[in-house]
C-alpha cells in the first residue's frame, strides 16, 4: 500500500467513524457487542485469533493510515489474507476514533470475544485469576497479561468489575485478550462455588491473610487446580468475599513496604502457582502433612 493512496475514511462524518467513536461509551459496546483494539500488538492478535464459535472472524474490519500500513505490511497481508476489509484513513480520523492521545495509527474493530462462564469450567482449568469488584481497567488489563504470561486457564470478572473490553483495559492488556478465555459478569458466589464444584482450589489474596504465600508454597499445596481472587485496588477484598474462599493468603512483605498493588500482587501469587504446577515433584492434597 503505497503512501499516496487517497485515504478510504476522511470525514468525521462518516457513518463508519461515527459508529467507530461510539464505542467509547460501554452501553454502546454492549449494545453493538462490539470494541475496539489500538496499536500493532492488540490488532496484529485480533487477526490470528481467528474464527469465534459462530463462525465469524472476530475482527469486523481494521482501519489504518497509509504511514502505519507500511510500517505494518506484515499485519496488512495477514488480514488481507483472511478475508478482512482494511481500510486506510487520515490522521485525524484514527486520533478521534481511538483513545490514546497519541495514537499508534492502527485500530481494528472486533467482535465481543468473551468466554461463558460454564465453558471455562469445561476445561477443567488448574489456574484462574478471578478479578472481584476491580474497577480501574488499567488494572484490570495488566493482571489479564499477567495471567497470560504465567500460563493461566482463564480469567473470570465478576459482575462488579470493570468492563473487559474499556479501552484502557483493552490496551493494557497489550494484546492478552485475544489469547485466553475470558468470563465476565459471573456472580463472586456462583464463581466460587462451581469453580469448587469443579476440583479447583479457591485462594482469597488479600494482606490481612492469616497464611502467607511462603507457608503455601512450603506446603507443596499450590500445584493443585487453583483460583486465586484479587479484589479491589483501594479496599481489598471484603469480609464475604474472603469467607468464600477455601484460604486467605496473603503474599509476604519482607522489606519495609506497606503492600503492593493488584498487579503486582496478581503476578507474585500467579506465577507462584505456576511454578508449583510445573514442578517435577508434583503436589500434595490440600491439607496433607509433610
Known amino acids: 500500500m503505497a503512501s499516496t493512496d487517497i485515504p478510504q475514511l476522511s470525514s468525521l462524518r462518516s457513518p463508519r467513524v461515527i459508529a467507530a ?61 483472511a478475508g478482512l476489509p482494511v481500510l486506510t484513513a487520515t490522521d485525524e480520523v484514527i486520533a478521534d476514533i481511538c483513545d490514546t492521545v497519541t495514537p499508534q495509527g492502527i485500530v481494528a474493530l472486533c467482535r465481543f470475544l468473551d468466554t461463558p462462564f460454564a465453558e471455562v469450567l469445561r476445561a477443567r482449568p488448574k489456574l ?57 459478569g459471573v456472580p463472586i458466589e456462583q464463581a466460587v462455588a462451581e469453580l469448587t464444584a469443579a476440583g479447583v482450589r479457591v485462594l482469597a489474596a488479600d494482606g490481612a491473610g492469616e497464611r502467607d504465600l511462603d507457608h503455601e508454597l512450603d506446603q507443596g499445596t499450590l500445584g493443585a487446580p487453583t483460583a486465586w481472587i484479587f479484589g479491589n485496588e483501594a479496599w481489598g477484598l471484603p469480609e464475604q468475599t474472603r469467607a468464600l474462599a477455601d484460604e486467605v493468603v496473603r503474599v509476604p512483605i519482607h522489606g519495609h513496604a506497606e ?8 503476578a507474585v501469587c500467579l506465577y507462584a502457582s505456576a511454578r508449583a504446577q510445573r514442578s517435577p515433584a508434583g503436589c500434595r492434597e490440600p491439607g496433607t502433612e509433610r
Not at 462490539?34 to 469465534?52: K, T
Not at 500460563?151 to 468489575?161: K, P, Q, R
Open 259 to 266: 503492600s503492593l498493588n493488584l498487579a503486582t500482587a496478581a
Open 128 to 184: 484462574v485469576a478471578v478479578l472481584a469488584n476491580v474497577r480501574d481497567p488499567g488494572n484490570a488489563g495488566t493482571v489479564l497479561r499477567t495471567a497470560d504470561a504465567a500460563g493461566a486457564d482463564a480469567v473470570v470478572l465478576t459482575d462488579a468489575s470493570v468492563d473487559l473490553y474499556n479501552p484502557k483495559a483493552v490496551r493494557a492488556s497489550v494484546g492478552s485478550l485475544f489469547h485466553l478465555p475470558v468470563a465476565v
Open 21 to 81: 467513536r461510539k464505542l467509547a461509551r460501554r452501553a454502546q459496546r454492549g449494545k453493538d457487542r462490539r470494541f475496539l483494539a489500538e496499536g500493532p500488538q492488540a490488532v496484529r492478535e485480533a487477526v490470528a485469533f481467528g474464527l469465534l464459535p459462530g463462525g465469524e472472524h472476530a475482527v469486523v474490519e481494521i482501519y489504518l493510515t497509509a504511514e502505519a500500513a507500511e510500517r505494518h505490511a506484515e499485519i496488512v497481508a495477514d488480514a488481507r489474507a
